[in-house]
C-alpha cells in the first residue's frame, strides 16, 4: 500500500535560517503529492501540491519538487520567519484511491 | 463559502455518555472524512465516505459509527464514549477527481473523563 515517511522533528531553527523538512513515498503508479500546514489549534491547510513528476509546487516561499526517480517531494524555505512555526505534513492520494495517506508531520518552530 | 465547519469545537463527556459531532461542506464535493489526531501518532482515519450514500471504515473504526447524511453533512457518533477517544477530531472534504486536495475543518477537542 502507500506510506508516506518525513524527517521526525522537532525542528528548531533561527529567523532567516534555510529550511528543508524531507518527505519520501512509496506507491503505486502517479501519485499526486502535498505539504499540508497546521499552524497550534487549527485544522490542516494545503500549503502546496505537485501532481506529476518534476512539477514543482510553491506558496508563501515554500516550495516542493516532485521527484520520481527518488520518490521524493521535501519541502524547502529559503528564509524561515517565526510566523512560519507549525507542524508540516507530507501526503499523497493516488489514483483512483479516494484516501489521502500522511506522514507523521514535523513540527517547525522558528526562534527570532 | 465557509468551506468545512464542525461542531462543537470542544467538548467534555464522562466515560460511557454518546455524543454526535457534525460536519458540513458547502463547496459541492463528493467525498468526506473524518480523522482523529493524538499527539506523536499523526492523523489516524476512522471513517470516510467516498459519496454520497457510502461510507467505509479507515484505520481506526472501533468504537465510533457515522451517518452521510447528505452531500454537505457527515456525521461522526461515539455510542459509549471512553477515556482512549479523548482527542482532536478532524473532518475533511475532497472533490473526488484525480489530484484532488483535502479540505478539512477546525477540529473539534474531545476530552472523556
Known amino acids: 500500500g502507500n506510506s508516506v515517511t518525513q524527517m521526525e522533528g522537532p525542528v528548531t531553527l533561527s529567523e532567516e535560517a534555510f529550511l528543508t523538512i524531507n518527505c519520501t513515498y512509496t506507491?503505486?503508479?502517479?501519485?499526486?503529492l502535498f505539504w499540508y500546514v497546521q499552524y497550534p489549534g487549527e485544522g490542516l491547510q494545503l500549503l502546496l501540491k505537485?501532481?506529476?513528476?518534476?512539477d514543482k509546487g510553491s506558496n508563501k516561499g515554500f516550495e516542493a519538487t516532485y521527484r520520481k526517480e527518488t520518490t521524493s517531494f521535501h519541502l524547502e524555505k529559503g528564509s524561515v520567519q517565526v510566523s512560519d512555526s507549525a507542524v508540516y505534513f507530507c501526503?499523497?492520494?493516488?489514483?483512483?484511491?479516494?484516501?489521502?495517506?500522511f506522514g507523521k508531520g514535523t513540527l517547525l518552530t522558528v526562534n527570532p | 463559502n465557509a468551506g468545512v465547519t464542525q461542531t462543537p469545537k470542544f467538548q467534555v463527556l464522562k466515560t460511557g455518555q454518546s455524543m454526535t459531532l457534525q460536519c458540513a461542506q458547502d463547496?459541492?464535493?463528493?467525498?468526506m472524512y473524518w480523522y482523529r489526531q493524538d499527539p506523536g501518532m499523526g492523523l489516524r482515519l476512522i471513517y470516510y465516505?467516498?459519496?454520497?450514500?457510502?461510507?467505509d471504515k479507515g484505520e481506526v473504526p472501533n468504537g465510533y459509527n457515522v451517518s452521510r447524511l447528505n452531500k454537505r453533512e457527515f456525521s461522526l457518533r461515539l455510542e459509549s464514549a471512553a477515556p482512549s477517544q479523548t482527542s482532536v477530531y478532524f473532518c475533511?472534504?475532497?472533490?473526488?477527481?484525480?489530484?484532488?486536495?483535502?479540505?478539512f475543518g477546525p477540529g473539534t477537542r474531545l476530552t472523556v473523563t
Open positions: 475533511a472534504s475532497r472533490l473526488g477527481q484525480a489530484g484532488a486536495e483535502q479540505y
Open positions: 506507491a503505486t503508479g502517479y501519485p499526486s
Open positions: 505537485a501532481t506529476k513528476a518534476d
Open positions: 501526503a499523497l492520494v493516488g489514483g483512483s484511491n479516494y484516501k489521502l495517506t
Open positions: 463547496m459541492n464535493h463528493n467525498s
Open positions: 465516505s467516498a459519496s454520497e450514500g457510502t461510507t
